[in-house]
């Protein structure tokens, strides 16, 4: 073995040591996967079409109605710079009621949209109005939902997302 082979192993050996040294400190500043699904009374969702930007617009205002959130963040690691993500489900139903269930267009009364968040998605909350939304009050207050639907692209360029999951949603 010569001193250039040797040489070549010892800077191999320590590129690779600092390599995983770093990868370590990075693990120990992440924040694990979460969902939050949440229900709010006094809510309502405005949906409006902005013209200028050819585009569906959504806002949550004070209202009369119940407001459903499904909130998805990804693991983010405060080490690593843009690698947080996220997703949004959110529509609101009239308050008063125990049950429900909206099967495609009927999607577009609860004003239903879905966005995803990070810093390499657009943010653009998107319309849905294929599939279903299903849900039932629970003895003390919390609801069970199903939702299984299909987002409407915001320009031809874009494929629907399909969103789906079964979860207790709490206040």
């Known amino acids: 073995m010569n001193y250039v082979t ?9 590129v690779m040591s600092l390599a995983l040294l770093s990868c370590q400190d990075d693990i120990t500043d992440c924040h694990p996967e979460r969902k939050d699904s949440t229900w709010t009374e006094g809510k309502t969702i405005l949906f409006e079409y902005n013209t200028e930007y ?19 963040r990804g693991a983010q690691c405060d080490n690593i710079f843009d690698d ?3 997703e949004i489900l959110a529509f609101n139903v009239e ?11 009927e999607i577009l009364e609860i004003n239903c949209f ?9 943010g653009i909350r998107h319309q849905v109005k294929n599939g279903v939304i299903r849900g039932k009050l629970l003895f003390g207050g919390n609801w069970a939902i199903t939702v299984s639907v299909f987002t409407t692209p915001s ?8 969103i789906s999951f079964v979860d207790i949603f709490g206040d």
Not at 6 to 14: A, D, R, V
Not at 59 to 72: K, P
């Open 84 to 86: 947080e993500w996220g």
């Open 95 to 105: 308050e008063g009621i125990t049950e429900f269930e909206f099967v495609d267009e």
């Open 155 to 162: 320009n031809p360029n874009q494929e629907s997302k399909a």
């Open 54 to 72: 050819e585009r569906n617009e959504y806002s949550i205002v004070e209202g009369e109605n119940l407001l459903f959130e499904y909130n998805h």
């Open 6 to 14: 040797i040489y070549k192993s010892t800077i191999l050996g320590l």
């Open 114 to 122: 879905y966005r995803e968040y990070g810093a390499w998605v657009s």
